[in-house]
């Protein structure tokens, strides 16, 4: 048999489709956690509620308010 070059996709794309799965997620996690850190700094004032409903699952957090500061 001879030498045939595989059909497909290359090995340099391949590598950085890999990359691109792994660093993907990881942005996105960051960009995730800097805002929940800005909602936490910001604080929550007032009245607020948030409820979540599953089949198996439920949870309300009501009445958060900011803690320590000049309020």
Known sequence: MRNVPP????????IALYFTS??????VSA???FLGYKLFVLGVTG?????????SLSGQLANAVRCGGNS
């Open 47 to 55: 009245q607020a509620s948030l409820v979540v409903n599953a089949h």
């Open 31 to 33: 960009i995730a956690i």
């Open 7 to 14: 059909n497909g996709v290359s090995g340099n794309v391949l």
């Open 22 to 27: 792994k660093l993907v997620p990881m942005l």
